[in-house]
């Protein structure tokens, strides 16, 4: 059997478009292979038939070529919108990488390609001494950052970068998403990190984005 490859899909703040980006990345993966695509931490909910449902992880079991119970694509998941280890702590949860490598471990292997969406930026809190991005040290996932284009992008696209590798591991490439408020000088700024940064440039994904106009290099 194939090892599947997994994707953690990373960006450089909240708010950045990942999942709008992901759900095109799992519909273009889809061509291909089998896909699932995963939020394991979401924070911002609402109940559907007693069961507390995220939009961006229902959004990504939409997009995803297999269909699996909705509790495995979003195994924690928390009503009010705030930081998730707040949001743990108001609700007497444990939130470890420990709990996330246990999902995982059951998890994986479901598909071809497996793409984990993270939540908010690279260095997310889960408790007072642990990020999410140690989940992603641990399990060795190649990491793909999606840069939404606007003010201060270009600090953060550089920094989160230079922090996955400091990380020790492996960047696939970028994307960059042009956002619905358009962004000053958007080629201008596009052409900068093309030649800052020194990892795969992936693709340019628009707001009004069709799969079948789309190429992603490299995947």
Not at 94 to 102: F, K
Request: charged share 20%; net charge negative.
């Amino acid at each position: 059997m194939t090892k599947q490859a997994v994707y953690f899909v990373t960006g450089t703040d909240t708010d950045v478009g990942k999942t709008y980006v992901c759900a095109l990345l799992l519909k273009y993966m889809s061509q291909s292979a089998s896909v699932i695509g995963y939020k394991p931490i979401a924070a911002g909910a609402e109940y559907v038939n007693g069961e507390l449902h995220n939009d961006d992880a229902v959004t990504l079991r939409n997009a995803s070529s297999e269909l699996i119970d909705y509790q495995r694509i979003n195994p924690i998941c928390f009503e009010p919108p705030i930081a998730p280890h707040i949001a743990a702590e108001k609700a007497n949860v444990s939130l470890t990488v420990e709990t996330l490598n246990q999902w995982w471990i059951k998890e994986q292997g479901q598909s071809d390609i497996a793409l984990i969406e993270g939540a908010g930026g690279w260095r997310l809190p889960l408790n007072n001494s642990e990020y999410l991005s140690d989940f992603v040290r641990v399990q060795h996932c190649e990491v793909i950052v999606v840069v939404g284009m606007k003010l201060g992008c270009l600090n953060h696209a550089l920094l989160t970068i230079e922090a996955i590798k400091a990380d020790g591991l492996c960047v696939k490439g970028w994307i960059a998403n042009q956002l619905h408020e358009p962004m000053a000088f958007y080629d201008d700024n596009l052409a900068y990190l093309k030649q800052s940064i020194d990892v795969p440039f992936i693709g340019e994904v628009k707001s009004d984005q069709r799969v079948e106009n789309i190429d992603f290099c490299g995947l």
